[in-house]
């Protein structure tokens, strides 16, 4: 059953479960455990469209690069999948036993232990069961780049496609317009005792579960840690440790342009590096892109009108003579756009600022910020596909300046795919949850989603997070029933 708090404020005594956030990992873990028996309370902080009173609990303030963290993530049921692309691609085994340069491990887990879930997470996702995650090209000859994989979910929108499951679903209890404003740390028995959850007329009251999943975006889930005082005063988390650090996106910079020589496939190709790239350079992975644009390419609020000049200066073959006062792309012009990994970093943070929010809870700050080893991996991506597409006589590759020398500002974007910030490790010297999603020092307290991610990879990450909250879904349930056999 779907209830606005705002109206409805009738909870259980105790849940068996309580998860906070409906977006794609809590609605899913929701359903499933709810499925298997469990009472369970899936509290969303906004309701059922977007609506300025919840999305305005996400400003934040940015001392990093730029992330657009306001605008792209969406604060009401369903979550970000509200306008997601629905571009999945699934993790492979190199990503689970290649470790990052530096003191950070990778992974304490194998990809075994996710893979099996990889069909449940399609199906999730509107995927065709036994799919093949296939490319549409070929790989470039150097043995750098194979063919990318992927697959193209409709993109599935959570809250429309599992409407009625969320209403009809037994002993699940969906409450909208439902914040969670406080976790409740008790440091005698290690548990979570309750979180607490507001309306918008900040009428708060205590949610008690036997076990709590934070759910709400990888932003948020650490805010939520970080601004738990009882948590704090039990040294569970700690302000400058590793909850919030590690914050990762995939980077999405445009190499450079292209020629393709004539008669060449003129089709877009998608490349992906191979491990043994990633084991010769010591560099990240990434995604490349390669598409010869049929429209003059043209960016910002003047665009309209610089796209009718840019047009006339392309019609007009002067395009090359007027780069020093505007840069832009003319029809047949080739782009080489790119989603690259970034290793985790203790620098790129989510930290809380002493500004609170309409509900008091403390607004975050956003560090993005890279290291060496990243601007290493994309002058290596770059470089050698540049290298590549010469030697395969595919066409000429311009790189921008910024790829090849680091020294210069890069020019970047975020592909909205937040990462690391509460990530897994197999001891608390190295991470904020264990490999069954516990929080470290906790006996009860889960974490859902993306913050998990102890590497990003250069896979979108939507599909993967789903297969962790398939695997926790079972891990739960199973603790569960063991728990009450024994109490039996
Ligand atoms: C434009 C865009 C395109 C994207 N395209 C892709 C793609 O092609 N492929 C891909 O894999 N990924 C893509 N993503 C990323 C994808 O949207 C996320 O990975 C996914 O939505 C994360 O799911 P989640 O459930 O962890 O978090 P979210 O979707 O962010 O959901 C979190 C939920 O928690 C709720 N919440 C937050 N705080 C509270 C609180 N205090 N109390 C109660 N509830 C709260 C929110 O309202 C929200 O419903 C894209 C993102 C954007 C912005």
New binding site residues.
């Given amino acids: 059953m779907i209830n606005d708090y705002q109206q409805q404020k009738t909870l259980r005594d105790s849940y068996d479960f309580c998860i906070?956030?409906?977006?794609?990992?809590?609605i899913t873990l929701g359903l499933r455990l709810a499925a298997a028996g469990w009472s369970v309370l899936l509290?969303?902080?906004?309701g059922r469209e977007h609506a300025l009173q919840?999305q305005g609990?996400y400003a934040c303030e940015s001392t990093g690069l730029e992330l657009y963290a306001e605008e792209?993530?969406?604060?009401?049921?369903?979550?970000?999948?509200n306008?997601?692309?629905?571009?999945?691609r699934p993790f492979t085994p190199s990503d689970f036993t290649l470790a990052p340069p530096g003191e950070l491990p990778g992974w304490p887990i194998p990809y075994s232990e996710i893979e099996g879930y990889l069909p449940a997470a399609m199906e999730i996702v509107d995927l065709p069961s036994g799919a093949e995650f296939h490319a549409m090209n070929t790989g470039l000859n150097g043995g750098d780049f194979e063919p990318d994989r992927f697959l193209l979910s409709p993109?599935t929108r959570f809250a429309q496609k599992y409407a009625t499951a969320l209403e009809q679903t037994k002993g699940l209890d969906v409450f909208i317009n439902?914040?969670?404003?406080d976790l409740e740390f008790d440091t005698a028995s290690g548990r979570l005792a309750a979180v607490v959850l507001s309306d918008y007329q900040h009428n708060r009251q205590r949610l008690v579960a036997s076990n709590f999943i934070l759910?709400?975006?990888?932003i948020?889930n650490a805010r939520?840690l970080l601004n738990s005082q009882s948590l704090l005063a039990a040294g569970v988390v700690s302000k400058k440790g590793l909850v919030g650090g590690c914050f990762m996106e995939h980077l999405n910079i445009e190499l450079g342009t292209f020629i393709l020589k004539s008669g060449q496939d003129p089709e877009p190709r998608q490349y992906y590096t191979t491990d043994a790239f990633v084991d010769e350079y010591k560099a990240g992975k990434g995604n490349v892109t390669a598409v010869l644009l049929a429209d003059v390419q043209t960016y910002g609020r003047t665009a309209e009108v610089k796209h009718f000049l840019e047009n006339l200066a392309c019609d007009m073959g002067i395009s090359s003579k007027v780069e020093f006062v505007a840069k832009f792309s003319c029809p047949g012009d080739g782009v080489i756009s790119t989603m690259i990994e970034q290793f985790p970093n203790l620098q790129s943070r989510i930290s809380l600022l002493d500004e609170k929010d309409a509900l008091g809870?403390a607004k975050v700050n956003v560090n993005w910020a890279l290291s060496a080893d990243d601007r290493h991996t994309i002058k290596c991506i770059g470089s050698e596909l540049a290298q590549q597409f010469a030697e395969m006589d595919l066409g000429f590759v311009k790189l921008n300046d910024f790829v090849y020398d680091t020294s210069i500002p890069l020019k970047m974007a975020p592909h909205?795919?937040h990462m690391g910030t509460t990530r897994m490790a197999a001891s608390p010297q190295y991470g904020v949850v264990d490999a069954n999603c516990k929080v470290f020092g906790t006996e009860n307290l889960y974490v859902?989603?993306?913050s998990i991610f102890a590497k990003g990879g250069a896979s979108?990450?939507?599909?993967p997070?789903l297969q962790f909250a398939v695997r926790l879904a079972d891990h739960l349930d199973a603790k569960m029933r063991a728990a009450s056999g024994a109490a039996a």
């Fill in positions: 906070v956030g409906a977006g794609p990992a809590g509290a969303e902080g906004g919840s609990l792209t993530r969406l604060r009401y049921l369903g979550g970000t999948s306008h997601w692309a629905g571009r999945c993109p439902c914040n969670c404003v759910a709400t975006g990888a948020e939520q809870v909205a795919h859902a989603g993306s979108n990450p939507t599909m997070l």
